[in-house]
């Protein structure tokens, strides 16, 4: 005799059912708490769905908080950029108003008062950008201490240079500062929208023994939004 045949159970579930992406987590985090709120009879001893509500919304406008200060650098290394790119083109003009203060030999004792710094087998301003903003304070101070700050290449043309790059490095670093603290706050929420995301799958697991069933609710709760 030929054995019965077991009965295919319902296809497995391939898509997880709580996203890696952080955008789409929040997503789901938001459904899940606006539908949790459709059924009160979904208890937790240990949170509410009051409190996982404001925790959803909060790490959603935690992840657009932290994308919008990052997007902001952007603005600042073009501004950067762009100070380094009138460096490159001012300092053959400083080194040659050097050459005619000082004459040769005696022009490269000088490069150090004006922050410039042995590189590459010539002389430069420091890579670094921090140490780069301080050369570029001394480079402006000793053009008027030395009388070389006139022309089309002397303070005129420094001082706004170093003005932008001073201030985008402080600007990267307080920006670098605000997305450090966002994301510590986005992580703190994700933990515990995380925990809810996964302990009210086990729930319903739980409460629904139907696989069907089971997995109609779970569409109700928000998961599976894919087939909705």
Known sequence: MQPTPTPAGPPAHTTPYIPDDQDKKADLAVRLANAWKKRPDLVFIWTTQAAYQA???AYQKSI??????ASLRAGITLTM???DDKIAEGLPYLKAALLTKFKKGKDKAMYPQ???VARNGGFELPKKHVERAKALTMLLGALGTHGVGAGDYGTAFWAPVAAAYTQGDQDAKDSA??????VGTKNTL?????????????????QYPDEKELEAVRRAMGYLKEYN
């Not at 500062?177 to 966002?182: A, I, M």
């Open 177 to 182: 500062s605000t997305v450090g603290t966002l």
């Open 190 to 206: 994700e933990a515990k929208v995380d925990l809810v995301l996964r302990k009210m799958l086990v729930l319903l697991d739980a």
């Open 55 to 57: 925790d959803a919304l």
């Open 64 to 69: 657009a908080d932290k994308t919008a200060v």
């Open 81 to 83: 950029t762009e100070a």
């Open 114 to 116: 004006f922050g410039l």
